[in-house]
């Protein structure tokens, strides 16, 4: 029910945190990086080894390329030494506010064991019992 990414309801959703919330700085970031990235590929010929004057640069171009090549490794490395939000699993949950509301911790911890000596797993491999 809903389970993939194509699902428009989670497409809907995703699309409204690149816009409305802490995420729209983050997507931002990354369009304009590669924005850069394009813009320097197209300026340089298919062998890349020298680049292509555009009548609207008036010249400027080997400077600027330079420049935004020294700029977009910046922003590789500023990208990848900044904190990253993950938007995976449950954080937040209802669950975890009426847990955390009566003293307990957000997640139950697993206490079974299996066979094999390993703490249990929440879910069981194999086919679901229950016929579709």
Same mark, same amino acid.
């Given at each position: 029910?809903?389970? #993939?990414?194509? #699902?428009?309801?989670?497409?809907?959703?995703? =699309?409204?945190? !690149?816009?409305?919330?802490?995420? =729209?700085?983050?997507? =931002?970031?990354? +369009?304009? &990086? +590669? #924005?850069?990235?394009?813009?320097?590929?197209?300026?340089?010929? @298919?062998?890349?080894?020298?680049?292509?004057?555009? =009548? *609207?640069?008036?010249? %400027?171009?080997? %400077?600027?390329? %330079?420049?935004?090549?020294?700029?977009?490794?910046?922003?590789?490395?500023? @990208? @990848?030494?900044?904190?990253?939000? #993950?938007?995976?699993?449950?954080?937040?949950? &209802?669950?975890?506010?009426? !847990?955390? *509301? /009566?003293?307990?911790?957000?997640?139950?911890?697993?206490?079974?064991?299996? !066979?094999?000596?390993?703490? @249990?797993? /929440? !879910? /069981? *491999?194999?086919?679901?019992?229950?016929? &579709?």
């Amino acid at each position: 029910m809903a389970k #993939s990414t194509r #699902s428009k309801v989670k497409r809907h959703w995703r =699309a409204k945190k !690149r816009e409305d919330s802490v995420y =729209a700085v983050t997507d =931002a970031a990354r +369009l304009h &990086r +590669l #924005s850069q990235k394009l813009k320097i590929i197209t300026q340089t010929d @298919a062998e890349g080894d020298y680049e292509i004057e555009d =009548a *609207s640069q008036n010249g %400027e171009s080997a %400077e600027v390329g %330079e420049n935004e090549m020294r700029d977009s490794m910046e922003l590789d490395t500023n @990208a @990848a030494s900044s904190k990253r939000i #993950s938007t995976h699993g449950p954080r937040g949950s &209802r669950r975890e506010e009426w !847990r955390t *509301s /009566k003293g307990l911790p957000p997640r139950a911890k697993s206490r079974g064991m299996n !066979r094999q000596g390993l703490p @249990a797993a /929440k !879910r /069981k *491999s194999g086919r679901s019992h229950r016929r &579709r």
